[in-house]
Nanobody, 128 residues
Framework: QVQLVESGGGLVQAGGSLRLSCAASGLTGSIYAMAWFRQAPGKEREFVARIFWSDGNTYYADSVKGRFTISRDNTKNAMYLQMNSLKPEDTAVYYC?????????????????????WGQGTQVTVSS
């Protein structure tokens, strides 16, 4: 059974940092890509960052480029999001997502429809 579990969210002041983690179980050796998305109250879920599992290639939304860093640990089947210089507009529930190698999904990896599995989310609140 596949399970994605996020952790590391919390309350931080503007300019501060947080590190999110996503532990993936049930997907050993079968991950194509993983990503972080976020959803603020009253807004649609939006793409934050993506990493390809095989070569570590990364891609970021313009709104977080230069401030956030996505990384992975293949040996632990874990993904991370280091968030620096946080802004109040970064406040949202952050979700991790995974797309498997055998996925039949043809949607681009920057779209929420491009993933097979989702975590339950972790709240990040940035105060001004």
């Amino acid at each position: 059974q596949v399970q994605l579990v996020e952790s590391g969210g919390g309350l931080v002041q503007a300019g501060g940092s947080l590190r999110l983690s996503c532990a993936a179980s049930g997907l050993t050796g079968s991950i194509y890509a993983m990503a972080w998305f976020r959803q603020a109250p009253g807004k649609e879920r939006e793409f934050v960052a993506r990493i390809f599992w095989s070569d570590g290639n990364t891609y970021y939304a313009d709104s977080v480029k230069g401030r956030f860093t996505i990384s992975r640990d293949n040996t632990k089947n874990a993904m991370y999001l280091q968030m620096n210089s946080l802004k109040p507009e970064d406040t949202a529930v952050y979700y991790c997502a995974a797309r498997k190698l055998s996925s039949l999904i043809m949607v681009h990896t920057t779209r929420s429809g491009g993933y097979d599995y989702w975590g339950q989310g972790t709240q990040v609140t940035v105060s001004s």
